[in-house]
């Protein structure tokens, strides 16, 4: 099995960060985002990588190169343009012929990868998506009426819980079938598609948490956490 892992973002919430460096490069401790990504997937059992590529691309090919060094074996689909998540994934059709994982290049995560990739199995699914039990308190209280107004209940900042993507999929080759060539595609349309049309999607939920490095304040949050458990503060 091989691992798509979506590495062509601009990073434009993260800017001046990556006015010079690719998302996926910046570092978490003191290694890149993509090199903890390689690392997770390897202690997977997934040694096979295809790194979607563009928006400064050389400073990613410079660093894993073959990925020999890393103890996996790298290929690249490069893209002149951006092409949203799923239009990212498309340049890699050329080298997938079975069920592969794909993750966007910007989290990190924290679950059983080899158990999801089982239950995808089991399932025979097309697609299966992570999901994270997300918990959140709403920030106001919450009045529930009848029909014809009267008050019934009032329900103070309640907790709300929901599954949330985490951005890390196992999918069948057949998923390409479902993305348009060379145009922005996002991976939310493809699942939408999918099950319209009556293929499997399924969901493999896990509380085990992931860090979401979309902005900022998340980037610092994951380099605070990380340096934590690493014993540095």
């Not at 993750?103 to 998506?129: P, W």
């Not at 999918?171 to 699942?191: A, C, H, Q, R, T």
Request: a positive charge; hydrophobic letters at 35%; proline letters at 4%.
């Amino acid at each position: 099995m091989k691992a798509v892992i979506l590495a062509g973002g601009l990073g434009t919430r993260l800017r001046p960060l990556t006015n010079n460096t690719p998302k996926p490069m910046l570092p978490i401790g003191e290694k890149p985002i993509l090199e903890h990504l390689i690392n997770w997937t390897k202690k997977n059992g997934v040694k096979s990588i295809v790194l979607c590529v563009s928006y400064l691309r050389e400073t990613i090919e410079d660093y894993f190169e073959d990925g020999e060094k890393f103890g996996v074996k790298i290929e690249y689909a490069i893209s002149k343009k951006q092409l949203a998540t799923a239009g990212q994934l498309k340049t890699a059709e050329k080298f997938i012929d079975d069920d592969f994982v794909c993750m966007y290049g910007d989290s990190l995560f924290n679950f059983n990868l080899k158990n999801m990739i089982k239950q995808h199995a089991i399932k025979k699914a097309l697609i299966t998506m992570s999901l994270n039990e997300y918990k959140t308190n709403f920030p106001y209280g919450v009045i529930e009426t009848s029909k014809n107004g009267k008050v019934k209940s009032w329900n103070e900042k309640p907790e709300i819980k929901a599954n949330i993507n985490m951005g890390c999929y196992i999918m069948n080759s057949k998923v390409f079938d479902l993305i348009p060539k060379n145009k922005p595609y996002g991976m939310d349309e493809v699942i939408k598609k999918a099950m319209k049309r009556k293929n499997i999607v399924n969901g493999f939920i896990t509380k085990k948490g992931f860090s979401d490095i979309g902005n900022k304040e998340s980037y610092k949050k994951a380099c605070e956490e990380y340096d934590k458990k690493s014993g540095k503060k």
